[in-house]
């Protein structure tokens, strides 16, 4: 497996939004820490040159997280711009011989999905794949048999160990935290199974809507933008097995094996929301049944978790931003005190963004004569803004060719299996109020569960410190 260290940044969609607003300031900060010397190659077909895209990417850093002078000069003179139709076979021979000798070029695709299949066949033809690694952004395929038509067409140039496919939820510091917590520690397994757990619940909350993006979001839709992706790999986390060591592969066959556990969805278990004023935005068809919230409950056939229910709930123009694990532990056999928990005695909070935070929450008695108790939560928390930004990350591990924290060809086809049968309009979409937290129905999913937790409620609050 070839591990040579790319020589060349490719980007595809150089002018865009996710280019202005994760691939500039990520690129900055490889070029200040040393690991960027290259050629960086900005591809779009705007009629731009290399100055407007030097702008482009000044206003990016301004805008996320300032520009530092030296870095910025610098990647300023590795920058070049090719216009150019990805349709055409031109715009590739440019490609070529803007490579130079470069023996490794890492071309990142960061445009829409309908985009991908002419982009690889066109680096193909022209020789750009030789030697090459490329990242595919997510969604990865429309559904399982879009995803294995694309997996075909990468494997017709690529070997699967030179295709990233990127989920940016595995860049970020937190997520790596749950791994590093479930498998650092001896705490946690021998009650991480259907013995201890009654349930565990995932929620990715945001307080805004679709922020401009409304014609890509409404050819998407929740489940495809964040469920088959981001919740799913936070899943797979909580989920599967130990593995064997820290390689990227026994990483993901333990995700793999966890994915082939999880029963194809049915329609009771999802329900679909879809905000007050969606139809309004920019770029939405004006009777789109695309979701911005769902709720999915999810079953897995293994030894470990059968008969344990796994709950996502994911929407936009919810109460507050905030994407939380809650697992609930089960009760003890006999109550022998009142209970002041509602029904929750023990708990493990994993908050993931904005702040993180690890906690266990426990009952402990009140001072005094009385046997009356109230709940605490033993927290370790740190704050998130020191940690590397996950594009950072990412695109540091591709050019190093690192793919640990990227998603494998047959894991993302196993998310598909586990999703289609609930794609499209199989169950209905229910209007809910912007602020709310989605669709009455999506209570009655978990109520045996003990319902939804809402993470505004202070941790330390509830329980002092
Ligand atoms: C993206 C989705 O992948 O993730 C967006 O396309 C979503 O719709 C975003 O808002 C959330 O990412 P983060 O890092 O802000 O939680």
């Not at 329900?271 to 939405?284: H, I, S, T, W």
Request: charged share 25%; net charge neutral; proline share 6%.
């Amino acid at each position: 497996m070839p591990t040579a260290k790319s020589d060349a940044f490719v980007f595809f969609g150089a002018t865009g939004d996710l280019a202005y607003k994760q691939i500039f300031p990520a690129l900055q900060a490889l070029v200040k820490d040393g690991k960027l010397d290259m050629p960086v190659i900005g591809i779009a077909r705007s009629g731009w040159d290399v100055d407007q895209l030097r702008k482009r990417a000044e206003d990016s850093l301004k805008e996320h997280g300032g520009v530092d002078q030296a870095a910025f000069a610098k990647l300023s003179k590795q920058m070049q711009y090719l216009d150019g139709d990805y349709g055409d076979a031109q715009t590739y021979e440019k490609l070529r011989k803007a490579l130079g000798d470069a023996q490794h070029p890492l071309h990142y695709l960061a445009i829409p999905p309908s985009m991908f299949v002419p982009v690889v066949k066109g680096l193909a033809a022209s020789g750009c794949s030789l030697g090459a690694r490329v990242i595919v952004e997510k969604p990865f395929g429309r559904d399982l048999q879009s995803a294995r038509a694309l997996n075909r067409t990468l494997h017709r140039f690529f070997h699967e160990h030179d295709i990233f496919r990127i989920d940016h939820y595995l860049g970020k510091e937190p997520v790596q935290n749950l791994l590093y917590f479930r498998f650092a520690n001896s705490l946690l397994e021998p009650i991480w199974n259907r013995d201890h757990i009654a349930s565990m619940q995932i929620t990715m909350a945001e307080d805004f809507g679709v922020q401009g993006r409304g014609r890509f979001y409404d050819e998407v839709g929740a489940i495809r933008d964040v469920v088959q992706n981001h919740m799913f790999q936070v899943l797979a986390l909580l989920a599967m097995g130990p593995p064997a060591n820290r390689s990227a592969d026994a990483m993901r066959d333990e995700k793999l094996r966890l994915f082939r556990s999880m029963r194809p969805l049915r329609a009771e278990d999802i329900v679909r929301g879809q905000f007050d004023g969606y139809l309004k935005e920019p770029g939405v068809a004006k009777n789109s049944t695309v979701e911005t919230f769902a709720a999915l409950r999810i079953h897995m056939d293994t030894w470990r978790w059968s008969g344990v229910p796994f709950f996502i709930r994911a929407g936009k123009q919810l109460p507050v931003k905030c994407t939380e694990v809650l697992v609930r532990l089960k009760n003890p056999p006999q109550q022998v005190f009142d209970d002041p928990s509602n029904g929750a005695v023990n708990h493990f909070r994993f908050r993931l963004n904005p702040d993180v935070i690890i906690s266990l929450g426990a009952l402990v008695k009140e001072p005094g004569e009385a046997m009356k108790g109230h709940p605490v939560e033993l927290v370790a928390h740190r704050h998130i803004r020191t940690a590397m930004a996950p594009y950072e990350r990412l695109l540091g591990d591709a050019i190093d060719g690192d793919s640990a924290l990227f998603t494998r060809d047959d894991c993302v086809e196993e998310a598909w299996r586990v999703i289609d049968p609930i794609l499209g309009d199989k169950v209905p979409v229910h209007k809910y109020k912007p602020g709310s937290w989605g669709p009455g129905q999506a209570d009655a999913l978990i109520a045996e569960a003990g319902g939804w937790n809402d993470p505004r409620v202070e941790t330390v609050a509830r329980g002092g410190r």
